[in-house]
């Protein structure tokens, strides 16, 4: 018998558009000692799921049927008295943004204390050398001391393994996790998904792990549940899944993945967007954006079809007596990629000891105590028509010294030559004539774009700002030429960016960017607040732009998959400095520095072939303020020797193209 | 932490010199004491003598700002801005138009208007908390819905006519208390509940309404949910962690006016004739009394900027995040 | 007569002026409109505005002035033209104006409030309550026919009222039946059951109980004092009307007067930061940091010196009054502005950071550039929130002021100048209470209605506040 039995759950949630039908008929369960996996992009109801279990829905949200089961006891049935029983206690849950889900002014030991004056007999000292056993179990060093201390104290893994201590804390049968790993860096979320799975195991929990990352889904989870629009579509065993995904969406999503077998062809896409769950379906509600749908998706819902043991698919096309198809996606034609030996041009972009640090202030009169470097000592090339991958952690400055090349932030030292001409040394008029050859394209697609403007009026912005002159009646041809070059049509010109999609909108900002002609492309995390789907069409049209114009990207991001598929060279950051850099087959096939391997081997690969074996990296990233003394990232280091303690290694030549900064080379 | 503090403590200086040259212009250069004397005199049937004799009498006959007829020191200390303005640092606030000594007025009505303000603060701050936290806990139910509207409705009540209602109905009406005047000792009780009860019922609407405001904002943040996660009950939820949070802006706004109380409550203590400060001012501005209302302008800033810096000094009491950076 | 602009009167035509153009960009954003529609949808925020432009009707009346020609036959040779300067409500209500009694009278009374001694027609003396010589003065026996004469006179009223309303609502539902192209009576259905997306039935309801209110009391005014009159024998209910408009300018001006600082200055202060943001820093935290009241009052002591010492300023006294309410004004909009500065200067460093202000940046776009195309129209809804949010504070703090005596000019008919002048008639044995409730009553309404408009207008300009109204809407309804 299952743990955790759901039966046609339906959550609605009322909003100013009318009732969202966020979880619309879900069913499924959950084993003892079972990970369950809710596979699903943003707003596919997911959430509202595991909030609908904990019955702690938004106050406009309400179970609108069905029943939850929890070892046979009706969970929906209970009043709300017994049901704060069985949070906490049988049921726990952590969440996806571990700095705002710790009360800031408790302090951690109060938290976790309070679920165990809740849900168990202990007080006091008991209590406490419980508290601090979960530290311990979580891996929080020094717990005894740590329990004294407040959430912001904590850096964010640390926060979520805080979390998840108080989530243990009850010693609870099922876990449910929410996007446990979303906010944390790929180092911390190999640590945190490792803890997860190892507690699940020794424990025998049950867990149901909400998540968008298929490669978390493959790394953690026993059987895997796909949603989309409110419903689930699919239920297979992990394996099987993954060696065969039934459903059109699901085999959509694993297509439309970036891949290093994907390199130089297109990736699948999914059209359309997710449609709004305030609509009522007259049939199957994948059918507008599915390859496969005929006249009766559009017309019947199709119902639950179970295939082989425990894989169950919600679509027509497993219907018994229905028409087989072909259910490979169709391979997109590859397109022939830049000859990586052309002989190389003169760079386009150098720039050369880059450093870009900020004050600290302190005392009486705000002296400047210290240095934030943000960027220290940063060297990079990169030519016409290539891509050149920053990578790195959050925190570690590649952001920072993205906009220091762009001269947005004005660096405290180094040389940043663009086309021949000093950046650093130009002032006033000419380095805003230059402006218009560097563009940007931002992380987060809301806020890139001025709500108070016209998509035409934000696209025409650069041109009038930079070339003043040009006739009304030719900017609004070339916006429309713009907006149609991006995949958009040319009269949204009048509309407002709350009309758009976060995919169409990114496709704005590129034509805005594009509007003034740029031959340096800075791509700051273009793709991570995007979902998979949408991700897949920004990235072919940023190669296909390139392509035809020759653009050069300096491609900032964080996503190893990404950089796979897309970058040419990779330069990987690490607390200000870039401690390798080579071609992108170089760097990510044959990592030479620690901290490269670290980094590769916590991504969650989707094929067990590709997995590396994962390497645990000890703590967090130093604070930049108070960089480690040699080698930066030596307390970290798995290979570490005494002498990295004490020199900064110098650049190490491996070959024409690829740097290294480790001693181990020197 | 300490340095923190001799900073902000530092910082006030040049806000008081500020205010100090802003008072002083309005007061001494805008208006001349010519025109000054003109006005206490009746605009009518005054002499030049007679504006002579005033200005001597006030030491207002002296130049603004640079004496060349006196010697060495005295060129800039026997002026109007040094006698009347500078001297303010050291709390010398010399004599008032009629002739009284500012500082010892202002020592002997401290003690009644603490007397009113205090209580007042203490009880509507309790009051209104309280009922905002009420109102919080049955949020999106009829008894918020209609809490808020009464909030609302008492928000648009002139204060004068709580004033003038509560003497008319208490004191008048049923006669419980008397209606006006003042007595220290044990006595005073019974002068001070109307007065004190008028205040904190006037400032329940908007209080009320506001720290409701605060308490959803945070209600409505990722820690709430994780403590009902945790199964605990929605008075703990409320008390323990929202009651704890909320605190932050409610101090933001509450600690600021604690020392402004010694200033006391200009319509009370004047409808209810109570011998403050708050209607010496009142009686300073219908008399004109420019030396006392400058004088007050200056200790009120003093007190505002002494309330900046305890409520910074207050944050590190409720927020870590202040108390151990 | 000769047309007088007061220097108020300007500026409340320039804020009109200010009020269409704004009305204009509004028209032509899809976005601004939708929030002014959510503003729309609000019931209780357009039963609000309903009764705010009432109250602005009456107040523009008050703002219409001129001065009277003087008759002829008054000596000047060629005609001259009074020193009284008149509006276009006071020639409206210049029966009531004109009829003042000796002394105080209840709300619709025939007879005086205090007894006098009055000489009877066969020579004796006695002292009783004497007739009025404007109120109830149409009847032979005042005290058989009042009760049937006051009857007919509010009978008649609502029969006014009931036809004023029938007509609206017939006027509402031919528009709304054109609008929709359907049946009149299923228009007016529509319009009832608020199954509309403006709360039409809310503003018609609103303006039915102010026609059932104003019907009776417009017949009663023609023969009797409504609200009866006060200490000088003044008509209460021409005082209360007389009081909206110096409300209304208050509320308004300050704020005009005190915008321009407070968005130019915080902007600035949030956008460029350094020295610049140190000293609008430093200024606002020294006014700040003056108790506001005291600042007034010295401001208002020091223009009450300046007018006093040259009388040869003003021709008229309503200009000099209106001279101090003006400066009464812009003394609180000195000391007002702080707070939205403070404000505007948060939200611009927040905006500071998004990525479209550096994507403007990055064009090389100029400091103003950026500030006048981005960050202000985002930072729009704030002012338009603390506009609103802050009328009806300074309604309010008129009032205050007035009673201190540092308010407007003691010849300016205001609610503080009323409250001042009848406060102590609680004390008066009898108690003369009706110019106080009066009083009271509009500037209740008046202040509850600019709340709830407010309210109204936070709600639906406020993108945090939107998630949770809608989920309260839901749970209480």
């Not at chain 1, 806020?447 to 650069?462: W, Y």
């Not at chain 1, 300096?554 to 796979?564: D, G, K």
């Not at chain 2, 209606?179 to 109307?194: H, V």
């Not at chain 3, 107040?59 to 040779?77: C, E, F, N, Q, T």
Request: aromatic share 8%; hydrophobic share 45%.
């Amino acid at each position: 018998m299952s743990l955790l039995r759901v039966e046609s759950l339906r959550t609605f949630i009322d909003s100013a558009d009318g009732t969202l039908r966020a979880v619309d008929d879900v069913s499924f369960d959950v084993s003892s000692g079972e990970t369950f996996a809710l596979l699903g992009e943003s707003g596919c109801g997911k959430s509202m799921t595991a909030l609908s279990l904990m019955r702690l829905l938004p106050d406009a949200g309400r179970i609108a049927g069905g029943r939850v089961l929890l070892d046979g006891c009706d969970l929906l049935a209970l009043t709300e008295a017994e049901m704060r029983q069985v949070r906490g206690r049988d049921l726990a849950m952590i969440f996806q943004e571990p700095s705002t889900s710790l009360n800031p002014v408790l302090s951690v030991g109060r938290q976790i204390g309070e679920v165990l004056s809740r849900h168990t007999p202990l007080r006091g000292d008991a209590a406490k050398r419980r508290a601090v056993e979960l530290l311990d179990a979580v891996g929080i060093p020094d717990a005894p001391r740590r329990l004294e201390e407040f959430p912001f104290q904590f850096s964010g893994g640390m926060k979520q393994r805080v979390m998840i201590a108080m989530a243990l804390a009850g010693d609870p049968r099922l876990l449910i996790a929410d996007e446990p790993t979303t906010a944390l860096d790929v180092t911390i979320q190999a640590q945190v998904l490792e803890l997860l799975g190892d507690l699940q195991r020794s424990r025998g929990m049950g867990m149901l792990l909400i998540t968008h990352d298929l490669g978390i889904v493959g790394q953690l989870a026993q059987r895997v549940g796909v949603m989309y629009a409110g419903q689930l579509v699919e239920v297979a065993e992990r394996r099987a899944f993954f060696e065969r995904p039934r459903h059109p969406y699901s085999q959509k999503l694993f297509a439309a993945l970036p891949r290093p077998a994907r390199r130089g062809a297109g990736l699948e896409t999914i059209p359309g967007s997710v449609p709004s769950l305030a609509a009522s379906f007259a049939g199957c509600r994948f059918a507008e954006r599915c390859a496969h749908a005929w006249a009766r998706c559009r017309s019947e819902p199709p119902s639950w079809h179970g295939t082989d043991a425990g894989h169950g698919v919600r679509c027509h096309l497993y219907a018994p007596g229905a028409a087989p198809v072909d259910r490979a996606g169709a391979a997109l034609p590859a397109t022939p990629e830049r000859d990586d030996r052309q002989p190389v041009p003169a760079p386009l972009l150098e720039a050369s000891g880059l450093k870009v640090h900020f004050p600290i202030r302190r005392g009486l009169f705000k002296r400047t105590v210290g240095q934030v470097r943000a960027v220290d000592g940063v060297s990079l090339g990169l030519t016409s028509g290539r891509t050149l991958a920053l990578v790195g952690e959050s925190g570690c400055g590649k952001t920072t010294a993205g906009k220091a090349i762009l001269q947005l932030i004005r660096p405290t030292a180094g040389s940043v030559r663009f086309g021949g001409e000093e950046l650093t040394a130009l002032g006033g008029e000419r380095l805003r004539r230059l402006r218009g050859q560097m563009q940007i394209v931002f992380q987060d697609p809301y806020a890139s774009l001025d709500p108070r403007m016209r998509v035409g009026d934000i696209i025409e912005e650069g041109m009038g700002a930079l070339k003043a002159g040009a006739a009304a009646a030719e900017r609004e041809r070339r916006t429309v030429g713009l907006l149609e070059r991006v995949g958009l049509s040319g009269e949204m010109r009048g509309r407002y960016p709350h009309e758009f999609s976060g995919g169409q909108r990114q496709r704005i900002a590129i034509a805005r960017a594009l509007a003034v002609e740029p031959r340096l492309l800075v791509c700051d995390e273009p793709t991570s607040a995007l979902d998979v789907s949408v991700q897949a069409q920004i990235l072919n049209l940023l190669r296909e732009l390139q392509a035809s114009l020759g653009l050069a990207y300096l491609f900032i991001t964080h996503n190893i998959a990404v950089v796979e598929y897309l970058a040419h060279e990779v330069a990987v950051m690490y607390l200000g400095r870039i401690v390798e850099r080579g071609s992108a087959a170089e760097v990510l096939g044959d990592p030479k520095h620690p901290y490269t391997e670290a980094l590769l081997s916590a991504v969650p690969r989707l094929d067990a072939q590709g997995q590396r074996p994962l390497i645990v990296l000890r703590s967090d990233l130093p604070s930049p303020a108070n960089p480690p003394s040699g080698c930066h990232f030596h307390p970290r280091c798995p290979r570490a020797m005494p002498q990295c303690a004490r020199d900064y290694p110098t650049e190490t030549r491996l070959d024409d193209t690829r740097r290294v900064r480790c001693l181990l080379y020197g | 932490m300490l340095a923190y503090i001799v900073r902000r403590l530092l910082y006030a200086i040049p806000i008081l010199i500020g205010v100090n040259l802003l008072t002083f212009a309005l007061f001494f250069v805008v208006n001349t004491p010519d025109d000054m004397a003109r006005m206490q005199l009746g605009v009518k049937r005054v002499t030049p003598e007679a504006i002579e004799k005033w200005k001597a009498e006030r030491g207002y006959d002296k130049p603004l700002l640079y004496n060349g007829a006196a010697d060495g020191a005295e060129k800039v200390t026997s002026t109007i801005f040094f006698e009347k303005s500078v001297k303010l640092f050291v709390f010398d606030f010399g004599r008032a138009d009629d002739g009284r000594d500012i500082g010892h007025e202002i020592r002997t009505r401290m003690g009644p208007s603490l007397a009113i303000a205090v209580p007042t603060f203490v009880l509507g701050l309790f009051v209104t908390v309280s009922f905002a936290l009420l109102l919080a806990f049955f949020r999106a139910t009829y008894l918020d819905f209609w809490g808020v509207v009464v909030c609302v409705a008492m928000m648009s009540v002139s204060s004068l006519f709580y004033i003038i209602g509560g003497q008319y109905l208490v004191s008048k009406v049923w006669h419980l208390v008397p209606i006006s005047g003042y007595a220290g000792g044990p006595d005073a009780m019974r002068f001070l509940l109307l007065p004190v009860l008028i205040s904190v019922v006037a400032g329940i609407g908007s209080s009320t309404r506001w720290y409701r405001t605060i308490f959803l904002e945070e209600i409505g943040k990722d820690y709430v949910r994780t403590a009902r996660a945790k199964g605990l009950s929605e008075p703990t939820v409320l008390f323990r962690h929202v009651l704890k949070n909320a605190m932050i802006p409610i101090l933001t706004g509450v600690v600021v006016v604690i020392p402004l109380l010694f200033m006391g409550s200009l319509l009370v203590e004047s409808f209810f004739g109570v011998p403050g400060l708050g209607s010496y001012t009142i009686d300073a501005i219908n008399a004109q009394d420019f030396a006392v209302v400058r004088s007050m302008v200056f200790i009120g800033s003093l007190l505002y900027i002494v309330g900046l810096l305890l409520t910074d000094l207050s944050y590190t009491l409720v927020d870590p995040r202040v108390r151990l950076q | 007569m000769m047309p007088v602009v007061l220097w108020t009167d300007a500026l409340v035509f320039l804020l009109i002026a200010c009020a269409a153009g704004a009305g204009f960009y509004v028209g032509r954003r899809e976005y601004l409109l939708a929030s002014w529609r959510r503003v729309g949808e609000s019931r209780a925020g357009m039963a609000a505005l309903t009764v705010l432009l009432a109250f602005v009707a009456v107040g523009l009346l008050d703002s219409l002035h001129y001065r009277p020609r003087l008759d002829v036959a008054a000596g000047k040779p060629g005609g001259g033209y009074s020193t009284e300067v008149r509006s276009a409500l006071d020639a409206l209500l210049l029966p009531l104006k004109a009829a003042t009694e000796k002394t105080y009278s209840a709300p619709l009374a025939t007879h005086l409030y205090a007894k006098e001694t009055v000489e009877l027609p066969d020579g004796s003396q006695a002292r009783l309550f004497p007739r009025l010589k404007h109120g109830g003065a149409h009847l032979q026996d005042a005290e058989a026919k009042w009760g049937r004469d006051v009857a007919l006179r509010v009978l008649r009223g609502l029969a006014l009222a009931v036809l004023c309303g029938l007509t609206f609502a017939a006027l509402a539902a031919q528009l709304a039946a054109r609008h929709w192209g359907i049946g009149r009576l299923a228009a007016w259905r529509r319009i009832r059951r608020g199954e509309t997306r403006i709360a039409w039935n809310a503003v018609l309801a609103t303006l039915a109980v102010l026609l059932l209110i104003a019907g009776p009391v417009a017949s009663l005014a023609g023969g009797y004092h409504v609200f009866g009159t006060d200490k000088v024998g003044q008509d209460v209910l021409y005082l209360t009307l007389k009081s909206i408009r110096t409300g209304l300018v208050i509320g308004t001006i300050t704020t005009l007067a005190m915008l321009p600082f407070a968005v130019a200055l915080g902007i600035a202060a949030g956008y460029l930061g350094g020295w610049v943001d140190d000293v609008i820093q430093y200024i606002y935290t020294t006014l700040n940091s003056i108790p506001g009241v005291l600042l007034i009052a010295a401001a208002v002591l020091m223009v009450q010196v300046a007018i006093d010492t040259h009388p040869d300023w003003f021709a008229t006294g309503a200009q000099r009054a209106d001279a101090r309410l003006l400066a009464l004004c812009l003394i609180l909009g000195v000391t007002s502005w702080t707070g939205l500065c403070r404000l505007l200067r948060a939200e611009t460093l927040k905006l500071r950071e998004l990525e479209y202000v550096q994507a403007a940046q990055a064009f090389g776009a100029s400091a103003i550039r950026v500030m006048g195309r981005h960050i202000l129209p985002n930072v729009m809804h704030i002012v338009l929130i603390a506009v609103v949010m802050d009328f009806s504070g300074l309604v309010l703090a008129e009032a205050v002021l007035s009673y201190i005596g540092i308010g407007v000019d003691p010849s300016t008919i205001s609610f503080g100048t009323m409250i001042n002048t009848a406060r102590l008639e609680l004390a008066r044995e009898p108690v003369v209470w009706w110019s106080l409730l009066a009083a009271f009553v509009f500037m209740f309404v008046l202040v509850l209605a600019a709340n709830l408009f407010a309210d109204a207008v936070r709600d639906a300009f406020d993108p945090r506040l939107a998630g949770r109204r809608a989920a309260l809407r839901e749970k209480t309804a």
